[in-house]
């Protein structure tokens, strides 16, 4: 059987989820492998209705209210920037699965905006298959920002991700910073990560590592 190299950079990082997403198909094979993609840089400008539609739920907002921003990788050519993520080995079927869960389809483009499958090269020269969205560099959604519920996915790759790429994911604004909600949600362990004051305080994640002058 012929498998296909996925490189997820973006909440697919969470296998749980990737297990939700393709693993009726056929049984998910683990574990995925770490990986870096150079040349590019990771961005969160790739607008989600789904995603945004929950939160505005589960803030008190109408619906339509906001827009969130979900993980896009955009070249930049320099080979000093690398953005890291994981390799999947997936059957045909369970790719198949994952462009409709990316909203993407081979006969029907219609979306500009939409994630596109493409092939990459990875850092050790292997080719893989990932999702990306063509985002023009003056477009609005440049400045989209992700939530908090949407980076916890992230975390979960901790044990394949370098410190400090997996650090930036714990002190990184996130839509809840900037945007109070109407109906204040109840507090939980995952939702202490990001809190106004002390970020990444007792998640059960692995912290920062302390800078040289701190005590």
Do not use: C
Request: proline share 7%; net charge positive; no cysteine.
């Amino acid at each position: 059987m012929t498998m296909n190299r996925y490189f997820a950079y973006g909440s697919n990082m969470n296998q749980e989820q990737m297990k939700k997403r393709v693993g009726e198909i056929a049984p998910l094979q683990l574990p995925p492998t770490s990986a870096k993609l150079r040349g590019y840089k990771l961005a969160f400008n790739k607008y989600t209705q789904n995603r945004s539609k929950e939160y505005d739920a589960k803030m008190g907002y109408p619906q339509g209210s906001t827009r969130v921003g979900a993980a896009n990788v955009i070249v930049s050519g320099n080979p000093k920037d690398v953005v890291e993520g994981i390799v999947y080995l997936l059957t045909d079927a369970q790719l198949k699965q994952l462009d409709k869960d990316e909203g993407f389809s081979s006969l029907n483009n219609g979306n500009p905006k939409g994630y596109k499958r493409k092939k990459i090269y990875l850092a050790d020269g292997t080719q893989a298959e990932t999702y990306i969205a063509s985002i023009p560099e003056n477009d609005p959604d440049q400045k989209l920002l992700p939530t908090r519920d949407y980076i916890l996915n992230f975390l979960e790759a901790r044990h394949l991700l370098s410190d400090q790429y997996y650090n930036k994911f714990l002190t990184m604004q996130v839509l809840e910073d900037i945007r109070a909600p109407i109906v204040k949600p109840k507090i939980t362990h995952e939702n202490l990560l990001f809190s106004d004051n002390k970020k990444s305080l007792n998640t059960g994640y692995p912290q920062p590592a302390p800078k040289p002058n701190q005590p």
